[in-house]
């Protein structure tokens, strides 16, 4: 069996991830396709629904009665939700268009690549595949739990709740009866609509206070300097001088590095084909490398390594603000260091710090994982969140702007018809979901046209 799996598994190796994303995919239709022809699913009373698989049952609806029964605070927290929604929809609309004026000075080799737009593990480079099934689930989970209760809050029947497969366990749901759904005044079912996402952005706030003032306080940069990151030169000075990733280069031809700029500064006072001597901290240990330097593409001197400074800024959006220049733009960075190719939790960042306090009293390898869950946790309940409250249908805050528009126009149009309130409602909402899409792709597609 075990010289099975070796065969197996060195089948896969040297695949890109995507190829091999591909073919699990591929596989999991065929799969899907078999269940359904021989009708197993339904034997286990499971259904299709695309390309996922929905386990249905009624178990669990007198839990969510239970919870539902104090309804007044329920009511004020779906008060908040709406609330909260709007003002995030109206800013990440914003953010959107502001974002769109951008996009001509973007450079090609820069642009979003497609795949960054999915939000599913194996499939998003960024994403990786255990911790964002972890944090896929938690997030999924709490959101159709909390449209479960505020359902159950306006008297709306639950027909089934149950859990939701592709490939693996992805998440659960809650299945509320469409006709007294859309029966519901509307004010009840924006509490509903709001209180999924809502709870996903309140879930990213309280994990990343666990990551950032429980965990990451006890975490130190191992010594001061700059971070090697990547070495992306064949046979560069760096790789023929012993340099590796995870280093962190604290000086560089006799000057004392402690930032970026610093080591910038002293590559600049050097030549290509100088030889110059830099000192790394790795793993508890100093080290002297002589290095040749070789020449950029503009002439300059190089080693041919990426850095980054090594600060614990990046895991602390608020006490980092003095670094980055304002709380707005630590916050961004907290949110998009997956993008930035630094997620704060895996090697080589991970090499940088040293972990002391309580913490440092189980191994440094576990300290990590569970950094990692917790962040990835706070990361993908922030986007799915986030992505929730655009005003794009179906997305929740798709059929919050609806109704809302659907009641002012009601207010300034008295004698309208609802028939013609509602052809407007509807051909208005679609115009806005194919605006964000159209947004969105263009962050994507944009820079290639300039």
């Given at each position: 069996m075990l010289e099975s799996l070796s065969i197996a598994t060195g089948a896969f190796k040297g695949l890109d991830p995507l190829i091999i994303a591909l073919i699990i995919i591929i596989a999991w239709f065929v799969l899907l396709y078999v269940l359904?022809?021989?009708?197993?699913?339904?034997?286990?009373?499971?259904?299709?629904?695309?390309?996922?698989?929905?386990?249905?049952?009624?178990?669990?609806?007198?839990?969510?009665?239970?919870?539902?029964?104090?309804k007044r605070f329920w009511k004020?927290?779906?008060?908040?939700?709406?609330?909260?929604?709007?003002i995030i929809m109206i800013l990440l609309t914003a953010f959107l268009i502001w974002s769109a004026t951008l996009v001509p000075s973007i450079p090609r080799e820069s642009a979003p690549r497609p795949e960054l737009l999915l939000g599913v593990p194996g499939l998003n480079p960024i994403?990786?595949?255990?911790?964002?099934?972890?944090?896929?689930?938690?997030?999924?989970?709490?959101?159709?739990?909390?449209?479960?209760?505020?359902?159950?809050?306006?008297?709306?029947?639950?027909?089934?709740?149950?859990?939701?497969?592709?490939?693996?366990?992805?998440?659960?749901?809650?299945?509320?009866?469409?006709?007294?759904?859309?029966?519901?005044?509307?004010?009840?079912?924006?509490?509903?609509?709001?209180?999924?996402p809502t709870i996903n952005i309140l879930l990213a706030l309280l994990f990343a206070v666990i990551f950032s003032s429980v965990m990451m306080s006890s975490v130190r940069p191992g010594h001061e300097g700059v971070g090697i990151t990547e070495i992306y030169?064949?046979?560069?000075?760096?790789?023929?001088?012993?340099?590796?990733?995870?280093?962190?280069?604290?000086?560089?031809?006799?000057?004392?590095?402690?930032?970026?700029?610093?080591?910038?500064?002293?590559?600049?006072?050097?030549?290509?084909?100088?030889?110059?001597?830099?000192?790394?901290?790795?793993?508890?240990?100093?080290?002297?490398?002589?290095?040749?330097?070789?020449?950029?593409?503009?002439?300059?001197?190089?080693?041919?390594?990426?850095l980054m400074t090594v600060t614990t800024a990046y895991f602390h959006p608020i006490e980092g603000a003095g670094y980055f220049g304002g709380v707005e733009r630590s916050i961004l960075y907290y949110v998009f260091l997956p993008f930035l190719s630094m997620p704060p939790t895996q090697e080589p960042l991970t090499d940088f710090y040293v972990i002391e306090g309580p913490w440092s009293s189980i191994p440094a390898s576990m300290f990590w994982v569970l950094a990692a869950s917790v962040y990835w946790i706070f990361w993908i309940n922030i986007m799915l969140g986030a992505t929730n409250v655009l005003p794009a249908v179906p997305l929740d805050g798709g059929y919050i702007f609806r109704d809302g528009l659907d009641?002012?126009?009601?207010?300034?149009?008295?004698?309208?018809?609802?028939?013609?309130?509602?052809?407007?409602?509807?051909?208005?909402?679609?115009a806005l979901a194919l605006t964000i899409l159209a947004l969105i792709l263009w962050q994507v597609v944009g820079p290639y046209l300039f």
């Open positions: 359904a022809k021989k009708s197993i699913l339904e034997k286990l009373k499971m259904s299709l629904m695309g390309p996922f698989i929905m386990w249905k049952t009624v178990r669990g609806r007198k839990f969510l009665d239970r919870l539902a029964k104090p004020i927290f779906g008060d908040f939700s709406v609330a909260l929604c709007i994403i990786p595949i255990g911790y964002g099934i972890l944090g896929l689930v938690v997030a999924i989970v709490f959101h159709e739990f909390f449209h479960g209760i505020l359902a159950r809050v306006a008297k709306v029947r639950l027909q089934s709740l149950g859990v939701l497969l592709f490939i693996v366990p992805i998440g659960a749901f809650v299945e509320p009866d469409e006709d007294e759904l859309k029966k519901l005044p509307r004010r009840k079912r924006a509490r509903l609509f709001a209180a999924g030169m064949e046979n560069s000075p760096a790789e023929q001088a012993g340099l590796v990733p995870g280093m962190i280069i604290f000086s560089a031809n006799g000057t004392n590095i402690t930032n970026l700029g610093e080591f910038v500064l002293a590559m600049d006072r050097t030549t290509p084909g100088q030889d110059i001597e830099i000192k790394t901290y790795f793993r508890g240990e100093e080290r002297v490398h002589n290095i040749t330097l070789a020449a950029s593409e503009d002439g300059r001197a190089i080693i041919g390594v990426r009641k002012v126009i009601e207010r300034l149009k008295k004698d309208m018809k609802p028939e013609r309130r509602e052809v407007i409602v509807r051909n208005v909402s679609y």
